[in-house]
T-cell receptor
């Protein structure tokens, strides 16, 4: 069963506008969340993270929001640029004896010039 | 500082064969995790090694195995390959294990095609 879900497989946004990528999780014990960006033929690269004790973390154009009661996190990119076009994965850290990261299925973002 | 290096980048194998993939983590990183990426399935966790010990394992059959050497380099082996094993295999290294709030750095992956 998919504990981390990205229900939108793709998203298209106009350059300069806001991109909002969503991620839902089912395990309330997840305590740390990350976003990765992946270009074709490359491995995922770390983008931004947030601890479960916070509800917002900002880094330049990227902001991650965490809503623990809704078990939902989102990544906002403002303003969106064509170079942001990539697949975005959210990941959550859970503990079952040891810590493990569980990834979502990814959302392909296309920023239109 | 060199990144995570995975070899080979591309591989074509026949059903029933076995394959070994290699991963060299970032210098100083002791944790290596392996993931399988297939379309629509995201990154599925295979296993994690830390200081030559397997610390965690995902829900994959026993045909998938791995090991880590004293220099933190890791290998992943898949025996009796099936068509469904065709995927991008990604290796990620981090300084500590998942209980430290450090992100993992991924290699470029090995694209395995089973025919």
């Amino acid at each position: 069963d998919q504990q981390v879900k990205q229900n939108s497989p793709s998203l298209s946004v106009q350059e300069g506008r806001i991109s909002i990528l969503n991620c839902d999780y089912t395990n309330s014990m997840f305590d740390y969340f990350l976003w990765y960006k992946k270009y074709p033929a490359e491995g995922p690269t770390f983008l931004i993270s947030i601890s479960s004790i916070k509800d917002k973390n900002e880094d330049g154009r990227f902001t991650v929001f965490l809503n623990k009661s809704a078990k939902h996190l989102s990544l906002h990119i403002v303003p969106s640029q064509p170079g942001d076009s990539a697949v975005y994965f959210c990941a959550a850290r859970g503990f079952s004896g040891t810590y493990k990261y569980i990834f979502g299925t990814g959302t392909r973002l296309k920023v239109l010039a | 500082k060199a990144g995570v290096t995975q070899t080979p980048r591309y591989l074509i194998k026949t059903r029933g064969q076995q394959v070994t993939l290699s991963c060299s983590p970032i210098s100083g990183h002791r944790s290596v995790s392996w993931y399988q990426q297939t379309p629509g399935q995201g990154l599925q966790f295979l296993f994690e090694y830390f200081s030559e010990t397997q610390r965690n394992k995902g829900n994959f059959p026993g045909r998938f195995s791995g090991r880590q050497f004293s220099n933190s380099r890791s290998e992943m082996n898949v025996s009796t390959l099936e068509l469904g094993d065709s995927a991008l295999y990604l290796c990620a290294s981090s300084y500590g294990t998942g209980d430290m709030n450090t992100e993992a750095f991924f290699g470029q992956g090995t694209r395995l095609t089973v025919v």
